[in-house]
């Protein structure tokens, strides 16, 4: 017993040793990937720092996001741009969007968690066009004890859907 006691205070002696890291929320410039000694707001895109460990979710490619898609069917396809580039109604190029995708805008997603919370142990696969808000959407999702989280690096605009025949298969192209 004095031991277990004397290892669990050496763990937490350790872990109060260790210096956090902070770093800016994704934003997808080269900020990211710059470590933080101490809180504060990122001096390139001034967002305010978090704290390295809430950045858990992973970065998939086209073909991985796709191959998450086909091997689990209870997966869940969250597109957090704007209701007019999910529908196809707003000006420019909006893309197209993966079938049975939820549309949550990110600037409503933190009000509208509430919607999630059903699918907070199932996989959950965000995305958006260039891959700017939806790293954003992933952190926020951790940070609300969502753990199965996953992002579409480069967002839609970087798929191919009329050449890969997973994208035929499970995206609607506008």
């Known amino acids: 017993m004095r031991l277990l006691l004397l290892a669990l205070l050496f763990i937490n002696i350790t872990a109060l040793s260790q210096p956090a890291e902070y770093v800016c929320p994704p934003c997808n410039r080269s900020c990211d990937n710059v470590i933080h000694s101490r809180p504060g707001t990122c001096p390139d895109c001034h967002m305010t720092l978090v704290l390295k460990t809430d950045l858990q979710f992973k970065n998939l490619t086209a073909a991985e996001f796709c191959e998450r898609i086909n091997t689990n069917p209870a997966v869940v396809l969250l597109d957090v741009r704007s209701a007019g580039e999910f529908n196809d109604t707003d000006w420019g190029k909006t893309y197209g969007h993966f079938k ?5 805008n990110i600037d409503e997603l933190e009000k509208r968690l509430g919607e999630l919370a059903k699918y907070k142990d199932r996989e ?3 995305y958006c066009s260039h891959s700017v808000r939806s790293p954003r959407a ?28 997973c994208l035929k298969k499970n995206f609607v192209v506008h």
């Open 100 to 104: 049975n995708a939820i549309n949550i």
């Open 124 to 126: 959950i696969l965000v």
């Open 138 to 165: 992933a952190m926020l999702l951790n940070q609300h004890g969502f753990k199965h989280v996953s992002n579409l690096a480069g967002g839609v605009s970087t798929l191919r859907p009329k050449q890969d025949e």
